[in-house]
């Protein structure tokens, strides 16, 4: 039986770089250029998607990269282009990216996901918008999904949708998974 691809959403992708890892990650973990993963990855600045969509970066924001994944997954530019490098076209196509403000009323995504990155944007929330958007995440992911927070950031007083399963990784509370705890 053919497997739906693992779908990704990474909330606030500024310019593209954590969406690309990801990409990167899932394409070595699948050992192909082509894995079986759909990466939505949105931001409320439109500036910032352009970037991150044309996957155009100087070169000294790779250069602490290991080379054999700078040569795998990035094209060197050339003449004019020298000193940028370019994400592979096979990485760009596993990405969709799309303008979306997470106070906005209604969101351009559809889940369920497999996972949600919210990364060192909930920090810029007072907990009770923080809980508001934590329970319009939950609805949109899979009974097993997981949930990435950043560093400096703390669900577990915002909502109790979610439980804390490491240090930033949360997962849905049992009872949201339907599970018997």
Not at 38 to 43: C, E, M, N, P, R
Not at 64 to 92: D, I, N, Q, T, Y
Request: charged share 25%; proline share 6%; glycine share 8%.
């Amino acid at each position: 039986k053919q497997q739906a691809p693992i779908a990704v959403w990474c909330s606030a992708s500024s310019t593209g770089e954590e969406p690309y890892s990801i990409a990167m990650t899932a394409c070595e973990a699948f050992g192909t250029l082509t894995p079986p993963v759909s990466i939505v990855a949105t931001d409320i600045d439109t500036n910032v998607l352009q970037t991150a969509a044309q996957g155009v970066y100087p070169l000294e924001r790779i250069e602490k990269m290991e080379a054999a994944r700078v040569k795998r997954f990035f094209l060197r530019g050339k003449g004019e282009k020298g000193g940028l490098v370019r994400v592979r076209p096979e990485l760009r196509e596993l990405i969709s990216f799309r303008p979306l403000n997470l106070l906005a009323a209604d969101w351009p995504v559809r889940g369920p996901f497999d996972a949600i990155f919210c990364r060192n944007v909930m920090i810029y929330f007072d907990k009770a918008t923080q809980g508001r958007i934590l329970a319009r995440f939950a609805p949109l992911m899979k009974p097993d999904a997981l949930l990435f927070a950043g560093h400096s950031e703390n669900f577990m007083y915002a909502s109790n949708a979610f439980r804390l399963r490491g240090r930033t990784v949360y997962e849905l509370d049992a009872a949201r998974r339907g599970v018997n705890g």
